[in-house]
């Protein structure tokens, strides 16, 4: 079957780092994507790894490791408007086509 | 307009009704996306069109029925719907689904009550 784990939750720093973790479990992986949501907002793409390694765009990374089924988010430099939930999802390829699955998503508060 | 814009905002209807949902995206892009999301669960994906022609429906229940005519207008029509079917229904919109391109826009989604 198909399943996404991540944190429920957390805090941070303004100022540090703070690294969200994602596993996932599926049978045709296809790639993995990582969403910004602000309450009572719509998603924002952050970010799309489909081959092992580190992929950076300013102060977000994010991490993909295809045999361990895992990923990470990496945000540098926290600011206050960083709190948000953080969204993990898997692009599954089955026979019938494609299916994208979502975790429930890790809310991040940024304290001062 | 620019960005991807979805009418009407919000919407009360009846088990009975039929009603429709809008998006239109002005970004040029070749793929639509449906997406629900309920009050804690999950971000769920309903349908992806990429070209007009539909890529994935992810077990989606027959009384929602997606409509793609161009690239630029997805519709979903709404018939019979539940009560547990009243959720944010979000459209989203990037150049393909191919080719690792995958950045998605969002509209600000439609909030749907069923009564």
């Known amino acids: 079957g198909q399943n996404i784990d991540q944190p429920t939750e957390m805090t941070a720093t303004e100022g540090a780092i703070v690294q969200i973790n994602c596993t996932y479990q599926t049978s045709g992986f296809n790639g993995l994507f990582w969403y910004q949501q602000h309450a009572g907002e719509a998603p924002t793409f952050l970010s799309y790894?489909?081959?092992?390694g580190l992929e950076e765009k300013g102060r977000f990374s994010s991490f993909l490791s295809r045999s361990k089924g895992y990923s990470y988010l990496l945000l540098k430099e926290l600011q206050m408007k960083d709190s948000a939930s953080y969204l993990c999802a898997v692009r599954d390829l089955y026979t019938g086509g494609f299916k994208t699955i979502f975790g429930a998503g890790t809310r991040l508060f940024v304290k001062a | 307009e620019t960005g991807v814009t979805q009418t009407p905002r919000h919407l009360v209807m009846g088990m009975t009704n039929k009603k429709s949902l809008k998006c239109e995206q002005h970004?040029?892009?070749?793929?639509m996306y449906w997406y629900k999301q309920s009050a804690k669960k999950p971000l769920e994906l309903m349908f992806v069109y990429n070209f007009k022609e539909q890529t994935e429906n992810n077990s989606v229940p027959s009384r929602f029925s997606p409509e793609c005519p161009n690239s630029s207008h997805l519709f979903l029509h709404l018939h019979t719907l539940q009560p547990e079917d009243s959720a944010l229904y979000l459209c989203a919109s990037s150049q393909d689904v191919r080719g690792g391109n995958y950045e998605q826009y969002f509209g600000p989604g439609t909030r749907l009550t069923v009564t």
């Open positions: 970004l040029g892009h070749n793929a």
């Open positions: 790894n489909v081959l092992d």
